[in-house]
């Protein structure tokens, strides 16, 4: 067992807490593989009747995946840990997604990546003050993946794309509004919300209903139809050019954060949020995202999106290709593909 997760139980509620304080809570692989095991072993188990996600201390409650790790493979070893680890991460997601027991995910601090790949499967998704949720890969030539496809496909108003594309961060109150969160809770109130669901897992619903406050208002359903209106279309020029013509402040302001992005992962997002919608069954979801995944981290923009956010912090990745006009749809064709059977990917 590593101990960058706590895996037990409390009377009748297996509980997994994260344990990287330092790194947010970061995902490895073998916290994926150590998450996974329990609740195989749970699911079988009458004893355990619903599962707690959480952390076990700090702000973070969980930040996404190792990312220095990835870069790491792309740039030693052609991708091959790298893609291993995607594929047992998105095992994980999956097996949450089906999971027959439910999941209480407390995403109370930084939810981002793969912290939103383990929390939007949970069937109670808790959201407090101190919940900031992002999906903020195209700043690191990554996609929106961990399931990001078929959640952010699934918000009304085209928000999941304007998420997708601009890596905004939403508070606790934005998360309640959007559809991200099922309740909003003081954080002061989770330590009584998760003694009581683990003595009575068969009320977790009335018990999170009786805690929940009322949130603040959520900014975001201010440019709610700002966002309709730009971010109306699967064409990443289409977006650009909406918002160059409104010339208003706001405007500005997205179109600043989109000239910063890599041009490859605006238009993968939107083309994989495009097929998400189409699909019914979670995995045919994670099968398109993991090809997506095997080819993203050994193309140009991956390494030196994490060389420029996270290594460097110089903020000034140089993108390959350098515009939406360079990101052909042969290209995109490419990164779609499917797999040669034997690498394809599939649940647990």
Not at 92 to 118: C, E, R, S, W
Request: aromatic share 8%; proline share 5%.
């Amino acid at each position: 067992m590593t101990e960058d997760v706590n895996i037990h139980t409390h009377g009748k509620a297996g509980h997994i807490s994260l344990n990287r304080p330092k790194a947010l809570h970061a995902l490895t692989l073998e916290m994926c593989h150590a998450m996974s095991r329990a609740l195989q072993e749970w699911e079988s188990d009458d004893a355990v009747e619903a599962v707690i996600v959480d952390h076990a201390e700090g702000r973070g409650f969980c930040a996404g995946g190792d990312i220095a790790f990835l870069r790491n493979s792309a740039l030693n070893d052609n991708g091959v840990s790298g893609r291993k680890f995607f594929h047992d991460e998105y095992q994980l997601n999956h097996q949450m997604f089906v999971y027959p027991k439910p999941i209480v995910a407390f995403m109370d601090g930084i939810t981002m990546g793969g912290g939103v790949g383990i929390s939007q499967p949970a069937k109670y998704r808790v959201a407090t003050e101190n919940t900031r949720f992002a999906m903020p890969e195209t700043g690191i030539g990554l996609f929106p993946d961990v399931g990001g496809g078929w959640y952010l496909a699934r918000l009304g108003g085209r928000i999941g794309q304007f998420l997708a594309l601009t890596g905004a961060r939403l508070d606790g109150a934005e998360c309640l509004w959007a559809g991200l969160a099922t309740h909003y809770l003081p954080a002061a109130k989770l330590p009584e919300a998760k003694v009581r669901i683990a003595e009575h897992p068969d009320r977790i619903g009335g018990i999170l209903a009786e805690l929940s406050v009322t949130p603040p208002s959520a900014r975001i359903a201010g440019n709610a139809d700002r966002i309709a209106k730009h971010f109306a279309s699967d064409r990443f020029e289409d977006i650009l050019a909406s918002l160059e013509k409104d010339g208003g402040d706001w405007a500005q302001k997205e179109l600043d954060a989109l000239h910063a992005k890599s041009p490859q992962t605006c238009k993968v997002a939107l083309r994989q949020l495009a097929e998400a919608k189409g699909f019914t069954d979670f995995a045919d979801n994670m099968r398109n995202e993991y090809r997506i995944a095997s080819r993203v981290i050994v193309r140009p923009d991956f390494a030196e999106g994490v060389r420029a956010v996270i290594v460097d912090k110089t903020g000034d990745p140089k993108w390959d290709p350098a515009t939406p006009e360079g990101v052909t749809e042969d290209l995109l064709d490419s990164i779609f593909a499917p797999l040669p059977e034997a690498e394809e990917w599939r649940p647990l």
